[in-house]
């Protein structure tokens, strides 16, 4: 049924030209952006007088995570947006980096801004991602329609279910597979090898999506880069830059996990401040992960939202 709607775009080392968005920024025109992978949804034809939106996964995550809500976005705004579900660096099909901040997040999604010609959209972004697009909405508001943070704050910090990650990540590194192994024999092999330092299954079937058995040599690697995402973690990824007098003024919704503490009551005066448009909506019974858990519910809020 959907065998036509959609497009992959892998990208190339990096993006090397200059950014018209960012030109004006000495930051970060220096910031040396890299072209992002992402997947279009465009099969039944939008409508080009309407921002598309742009999903970013969170850490660990990729585009594909994303398939099927971006098709059901797609199918279900009104009118039909076009949607683009994008894997952020480091992860996913995108270029691999030795940094990773939120700056560089952002420099990326404004080249592709420029890339795909888009002078304004609706951007919707879980954990990781969902600080990136609020640092984005923050320092380039004339960019953004409307947003959608999925589980995250614009503090410092993350929920406690996740002070683990360092861990998470060494562990993988660690991993030992022998490469006469299929890809199904070998991700059972790493779950067994990972089951030793994380008991939670579906978390362990999660990672696990990032490994993949090279084409050219047989041999198996993390889609994620590991030395970058350890190295940065708790400078660039646990802690959201300083945007003192920074605000968004347009439509913002905020979707809290029920379960989760990534969103907590004491940051709701912050958001209010940044965000002074916010709506919080909680999905009760739903973890960090809310949009896989309890997608029905999710796609519900969010197309209600984009469609008002």
Request: with cysteine; proline share 5%; hydrophobic share 40%.
């Amino acid at each position: 049924m959907f065998g036509n709607i959609l497009k992959t775009v892998t990208a190339g080392p990096c993006c090397t030209s200059s950014v018209r968005y960012i030109s004006t920024t000495k930051t970060l025109r220096y910031l040396a952006p890299v072209e992002l992978s992402y997947t279009v949804y465009d099969k039944v034809a939008s409508d080009s007088s309407t921002p598309p939106v742009l999903v970013l996964h969170g850490l660990f995550g990729s585009k594909a995570n994303w398939n099927s809500l971006s098709k059901a976005f797609h199918q279900k705004t009104k009118p039909i947006r076009k949607i683009y579900s994008i894997d952020a660096r480091n992860h996913g099909d995108s270029p691999h980096s030795d940094v990773h901040s939120y700056e560089h997040m952002v420099a990326d999604l404004v080249a592709l801004y420029e890339k795909l010609g888009i002078d304004k959209a609706s951007v919707i972004g879980h954990s990781m991602g969902g600080r990136a697009m609020m640092l984005l909405a923050l320092k380039y508001p004339q960019l953004i329609d409307r947003a959608v943070i999925v589980d995250i704050s614009p503090t410092t910090g993350l929920g406690t279910s996740n002070t683990n990650i360092p861990l998470f990540l060494q562990s993988m590194k660690q991993i030992q597979i022998a490469p006469e192994e299929t890809i199904h024999q070998a991700r059972k092999t790493a779950d067994t090898q990972l089951a030793k330092i994380i008991a939670e299954k579906p978390l362990r079937d999660f990672l696990i999506t990032n490994l993949v058995k090279s084409d050219e040599d047989g041999s198996f690697r993390w889609r994620i880069n590991l030395d970058a995402l350890e190295t940065n973690f708790n400078s660039g990824v646990a802690q959201f830059p300083d945007v003192n007098g920074l605000r968004f003024e347009g439509p913002t919704l905020f979707i809290a996990g029920g379960r989760s503490d990534y969103i907590k009551p004491s940051d709701i005066p912050v958001i209010k401040k940044l965000f002074p448009q916010a709506e919080i909506k909680v999905v009760e019974g739903a973890g960090h992960w809310v949009h896989s858990e309890k997608s029905a519910e999710f796609a519900k809020l969010v197309l209600e939202f984009l469609n008002a």
